[in-house]
């Protein structure tokens, strides 16, 4: 049949939009959040059942300092996978921007303000090299930040340098990061201001006229109203405990300015575009070379943050500060929250919640007295499930766009 | 815009263009005028310079010599800004499109619309201005399409190409050129850039159409123009020659119907 339908008397040329818009999406193969929050569910489900510990606000606010470096580090590497690049570096650079940090404060007697800003200077300056050589070159970022990885773990073990085991920090700066919790009026304050701004933006939206009907207008507050709740859930459990984490808000902040650009600013349109297809970007006018610098740069500079508020969490900083798992983990709280490792197909969102499911993971197993080893085939498991729900999709994504064609 | 009414002015001249890539000759004196709301079918034989010269004027390429005019003065094209800032596109074979953006993405792509009022609300899209203009381009195109907030990648093959095509009139262009746009297509889908076509040509637009395709040409073309070896070799009526002429023309077989410029 010939798709090119030509308009009929007063049939608009393009659907009404409405919640239909989404469902058809997710018709299409776009799964958004729904995979990652049908995960975290799980997982959240089984703990609770395995632990009696595990939904206590004690357990839980611990959680959520521990998916702190964690976090941190996945939402900087999503934005190098939404070019459908990758930074294998991200752990390395954490952990020497970390020492550079502890030497600039213990060492040097630097202010934490002082240090903290450079440090994360530095990591962006890493990444703006690794950025440079893969686009100077052209070297694929997975070679190149192979070889940063490597790089930088030597310059973090030749910073530590005779000194055995840890380099202590005592600023309280850097200290307060991970350690500090809110007044209770605070974080009231803000859970509340959350919530009244997502309700006036539905009242705007309904006012516009656009989400007719009363399904268009329920489908628009569940939406919006998704992490309104978290907020509020979050916010009363915690204040059972210590209240609620500063390290937390900062997350939330970091997350939240982060998917204003990647969703709601023109350079968000031309990250993804770039990730889809980059020769269209480039003859669309879009300075490529350029947006890849800036991701990478800002995605080792989250990882230089990362490595700061691990060592907020320790006290210290050694040669093994942002090694292990970190960065292969960060990685995969990416995929899990779905985005693509092909490029052009993610949310920052997606990434955080990726991050509380492999943290989540890590915690539960933890209370229950397993072994690293265990977790790490755990959150493999997951990770496994994740990238066979993005397939899926992926298969439906294509078949959707070759019915027509 | 109004259709037709400047029919003879010319939008676009290029006067003596002439290219040169080492030893190749792609180019050489080429002149050439577009009108507004008419199609100038550009013809010539595999290397004749066709691409070469929409790549001059979509500002991939500079010309060793020549000057581009337009509306009588002279242009300066350097990149494919200073192209689309001029209003000209270019529609490329393989559409240029990224199919994990949604249609109205694509549409504005390098171009977003900002939020009017202060500093901060500029930083962000303007979404209901940019989909009002798709909903009214798609209108004037008369071509469905499920919804403007479908991944390109939800498309269909035809529905895409009025989506490359939407472009231009969103861009309000004023000159569109097409590198071989039917030369991958099944007779129904070039069916349908013809009718695409004939909408542009209808609002005014000027379109340079480069095809190897008689078909095309003949359902289309108000002038042919034919390059042979860098050299533009014939100009021809395709209501007064047939196909034929045109082939032979393209070939360089000497035959009537065939004028030296
Ligand atoms: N970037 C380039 N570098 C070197 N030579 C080039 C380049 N682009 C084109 N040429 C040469 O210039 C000549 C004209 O090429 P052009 O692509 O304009 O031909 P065309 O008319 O579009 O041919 P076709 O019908 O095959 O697309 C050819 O000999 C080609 O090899
Ligand atoms: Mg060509």
């Known amino acids: ?405 | 815009m109004s259709a037709k009414a400047g029919a003879d002015l010319h939008i676009l001249e290029a006067r003596s263009l002439s290219k040169r890539f080492g030893r190749v000759q792609a180019l050489s004196g080429v002149d050439l005028q577009i009108h507004a709301g008419s199609v100038l079918a550009l013809l010539g034989d595999n290397g004749a310079g066709k691409s070469t010269l929409v790549k001059i004027v979509s500002g991939v390429h500079r010309p060793d010599t020549g000057d581009l005019l337009l509306d009588g003065s002279r242009l300066n094209i350097s990149s494919p800004r200073d192209a689309s800032a001029a209003g000209i596109e270019t529609v490329y074979q393989d559409l240029a499109l990224c199919e994990n953006l949604n249609v109205t993405q694509n549409l504005f792509l390098g171009r977003e619309r900002r939020s009017p009022g202060n500093a901060i609300r500029r930083m962000f899209l303007d979404r209901r201005s940019m989909e009002a203009e798709a909903e009214k381009a798609f209108d004037i195109l008369g071509t469905r399409i499920p919804s403007l907030a479908a991944p390109i990648s939800a498309l269909s093959g035809g529905q895409r190409q009025a989506v490359a095509i939407a472009r231009a009139i969103v861009w309000q262009s004023r000159l569109v050129m097409f590198d071989e746009p039917t030369a991958a297509l099944g007779v129904e889908q070039t069916e349908n850039v013809h009718r695409l076509i004939r909408r542009l040509r209808d609002r005014g637009v000027g379109v340079l159409l480069i095809t190897h395709n008689m078909v095309d040409v003949f359902a289309l073309a108000d002038r042919v123009i034919v390059l042979r070896q860098g050299r533009r070799v014939s100009e021809m009526d395709p209501r007064k020659c047939t196909p034929d002429d045109v082939v032979s023309a393209i070939t360089g077989s000497e035959r009537a119907g065939e004028r030296s410029p």
Not at chain 1, 230 to 240: H, K, P, R, T
Not at chain 1, 390 to 402: E, P
Request: hydrophobic share 55%.
């Open chain 1, 1 to 405: 049949m010939n798709p090119q339908r030509v308009r009929k008397g007063s049939e608009p040329a393009v659907a009404p939009k409405s919640i239909q818009d989404w469902l058809l999406k997710i018709s299409y193969g776009e799964l958004g959040l729904l995979p990652v929050l049908a995960a975290l569910m799980a997982v959240l489900i089984v703990f609770n059942f395995a632990s009696p510990y595990f939904l206590t606000p004690r357990n839980l606010s611990n959680l959520t300092l521990q998916v702190g470096v964690l976090g941190v580090m996945a939402l900087g590497m999503s934005l190098v996978l939404f070019i459908g690049e990758i930074d294998l570096s991200a752990g390395s650079v954490s952990g020497v921007c970390a020492i550079i940090l502890v030497l600039l404060s213990s060492r040097f007697g630097i202010p934490g303000i002082l240090a903290v800003s450079l440090a994360i200077l530095c990591g962006a300056a890493i990444g703006g090299i690794h950025g440079k050589l893969v686009t100077a070159i052209g070297a694929p970022s997975f070679i190149v930040t192979l070889t940063g990885l490597l790089v930088w773990q030597g310059a973090q073990r030749m910073l530590v340098g005779n000194q055995i085991g840890q380099i202590l920090i005592n600023d309280p700066l850097v200290i307060s990061i991970a350690s500090t919790f809110m007044p209770f009026w605070l974080s009231l304050l803000i859970v509340a201001s959350t919530v009244g701004y997502a309700l006036v933006f539905c009242i705007r939206r309904w006012k516009l006229k656009q989400h007719a009907g009363t399904a268009g207008k329920l489908g628009l507050l569940g939406r919006s109203m998704l992490f309104p709740i978290l907020a509020i859930v979050i916010f009363l459990v915690l204040s059972n405990h210590l209240g609620v984490p500063v390290l937390l808000l900062i997350l939330a902040i970091l997350a939240l300015v982060l998917t204003l650009v990647t969703e709601h600013t023109p350079f968000g349109v031309h990250i993804f575009a770039v990730g889809g297809n980059a020769e269209a970007a480039r003859r669309a006018g879009i300075n490529v070379a350029r947006l890849k610098l800036i991701l990478f740069s800002s995605c080792s500079a989250l990882a230089a943050f990362s490595g700061i508020v691990a060592v907020s969490r320790q006290y210290a900083a050694d040669g093994n500060t942002g090694g292990g798992n970190l960065v292969l983990d960060a990685i995969a709280a990416a995929v899990i929250g779905g985005t693509s490792l092909f490029g052009g197909r993610g949310r920052i969102q997606g990434s955080l919640l990726g991050a509380l499911v492999i943290g989540t993971v890590a915690n539960g197993l933890d209370l229950l007295g397993q072994s690293a080893n265990v977790k790490s085939i755990i959150t493999g498991l997951i990770l496994l499930g994740a990238v066979s729900v993005d397939m899926v999709a992926r298969q439906r994504r294509i078949r959707s766009g070759a019915a027509g064609a």
